[in-house]
Nanobody, 124 residues
Framework: QVQLVESGGGSVQAGGSLRLSCAAS????????MFWYRQTPGNQRERVAF???????MYADSVKGRFAISRDNAKNTVFLQMNSLKPEDTGVYLC??????????????????WGQGTQVTVSS
């Protein structure tokens, strides 16, 4: 089994910054793509940022130039640096990781895991 534990959420004023972390632990061979999503009340889950296994990144238009995703492969951790925060950035942020490792049925497989989420609140 694989566990993803997020941290770093909180409450800030508009224009402030936060840095989110998501650490993976458990039994696996490697971590492939790593994603950050956010969930707002009444809205669908939105993909915010992505980092590939070789460090390539992609961002939602709404966060380009303000957010930066990165990863530390030695620590099995993905980060999301959020700057110039806006009230519309408020939501629960979840990490989503493509994990390559032993499957419950035997053999090796790729499977997506979710973290529990961390709340980010930006006040105007």
């Amino acid at each position: 089994q694989v566990q993803l534990v997020e941290s770093g959420g909180g409450s800030v004023q508009a224009g402030g910054s936060l840095r989110l972390s998501c650490a993976a632990s458990g039994s696996f061979l490697r971590l492939n793509g790593m994603f950050w999503y956010r969930q707002t009340p009444g809205n669908q889950r939105e993909r915010v940022a992505f980092v590939s296994s070789d460090g390539g990144t992609m961002y939602a238009d709404s966060v380009k130039g303000r957010f930066a995703i990165s990863r530390d492969n030695a620590k099995n951790t993905v980060f999301l640096q959020m700057n110039s925060l806006k009230p519309e950035d408020t939501g629960v942020y979840l990490c989503n990781v493509d994990v390559y490792g032993p499957s419950d049925l035997g053999g090796i497989t790729s499977r997506l895991y979710w973290g529990q989420g961390t709340q980010v609140t930006v006040s105007s």
